[in-house]
């Protein structure tokens, strides 16, 4: 029994790694992975308490969908 769950165990470990590797290499992941870091460089401005450059090149805005544009 204890040989049969460490089998399935490394399966589905295996299958997981596979599964992950093609979700991060996915452009969908690339460009969450980027506003997020955008969305975190900009709390960190504030809560420091430093202003933000207002670069219309760097700048994030929403339209009525809900949905991030740059």
Same mark, same amino acid.
């Given at each position: &029994?204890?040989? =049969? #769950?460490?089998?399935?165990?490394?399966?589905?470990? *295996? /299958?997981?790694?596979?599964?992950?590797?093609? %979700? %991060?290499?996915? #452009?969908?992941?690339?460009?969450?992975?980027? /506003?997020? %870091?955008?969305?975190? =460089?900009? +709390?960190?401005?504030?809560? @420091?308490?430093?202003?933000?450059?207002? #670069?219309? *090149?760097? &700048? +994030? @805005? @929403?339209?009525?969908?809900?949905? %991030? !544009? !740059?």
């Amino acid at each position: &029994m204890k040989y =049969r #769950d460490a089998i399935f165990a490394t399966i589905a470990l *295996a /299958a997981t790694s596979v599964a992950l590797a093609g %979700v %991060v290499y996915t #452009d969908a992941y690339s460009h969450a992975a980027k /506003a997020e %870091v955008h969305g975190v =460089r900009a +709390l960190t401005l504030v809560a @420091s308490g430093d202003e933000i450059a207002c #670069d219309p *090149a760097t &700048m +994030l @805005s @929403s339209n009525e969908s809900g949905t %991030v !544009q !740059q």
